[in-house]
């Protein structure tokens, strides 16, 4: 099946700090999607980013399908910030939503 | 607008009992799939489901476990006598089409096996 790696598995911010997370998969994908998991354990749907470039204020998404990559930037963190990232890929060609998860990138902002 | 609502929020069980998970998706969304989280690991798909119809139950575990969703009311996972290894978070997620769309989650059902 398909591989998906995350880096870095964990990361420590300081309040106000950019960072970058990564996103790698193994095959061609036609759905790509980036999800937060609070530290209350809820799952929060970022970005549905299948190629392109996506912002939603100081986030943004990029995911150059070409080259089987996507990159979540989050800008002026903040504590609300904390939780584990994932990204997730279609687990088939049908572009539906039984997804393969990434093992995620956690992340500690730090005030 | 009511997102996907899972309950109950926590479930607690002993070893041998069945254990009924429910799941209501966004309203209009005909699509949903369950996934499993053990501690301090990533989603596992389970299986996906559309209105009446299994599409995909490829991540079910073959014994103990099934999935519906039935024409009217909420998607239920059921897990048949249970066991300590079945203590995880359930999240159920549903979206509006099969492909191409967003995938929004509930809350999640966390199950502890005593």
């Known amino acids: 099946g398909i591989q998906v790696e995350q880096s870095p598995p964990d990361l420590i911010l300081q309040e106000g700090a950019n960072s970058t997370l990564r996103c790698n998969f193994s095959?061609?994908?036609?759905?790509l999607q980036w999800f937060h998991q609070n530290p209350w354990g809820q799952l929060i749907n970022l970005f549905y980013?299948?190629?392109g470039t996506k912002q939603n204020g100081r986030l943004s998404a990029t995911t150059v399908a070409t080259e089987r990559y996507s990159l979540l930037y989050i800008s002026s963190s903040q504590t609300t910030d904390s939780g584990v990232y994932f990204c997730?890929?279609?687990?088939?060609?049908?572009?539906?939503?039984?997804?393969?998860f990434g093992t995620g990138t956690r992340l500690t902002v730090i005030p | 607008n009511a997102g996907v609502m899972q309950n109950p929020r926590h479930l607690v069980r002993r070893r041998g009992q069945e254990a009924r998970l429910r799941c209501s998706p966004v309203?209009?969304?005909?699509?949903v799939y369950w996934y499993r989280q053990l501690p301090e690991e990533g989603l596992k798909f389970m299986v996906y489901?559309?209105?009446?119809?299994?599409?995909?139950e490829s991540g079910m575990p073959k014994e103990r476990f099934s999935a519906e969703f039935p024409k009217e009311g909420p998607s239920i996972l059921r897990i048949q006598q249970v066991v300590r290894g079945d203590s995880a978070a359930y999240f159920c997620?549903?979206?509006?089409?099969?492909?191409?769309?967003?995938?929004?989650f509930g809350n999640g059902t966390r199950l502890t096996v005593t």
């Open positions: 997620a549903s979206s509006s089409q099969r492909g191409n769309s967003p995938l929004h």
């Open positions: 095959d061609s994908v036609n759905n």
């Open positions: 980013i299948p190629s």
């Open positions: 997730a890929v279609p687990r088939d060609q049908t572009g539906a939503n039984n997804l393969f």
């Open positions: 309203k209009g969304h005909s699509h």
């Open positions: 489901l559309q209105k009446e119809n299994i599409i995909d």
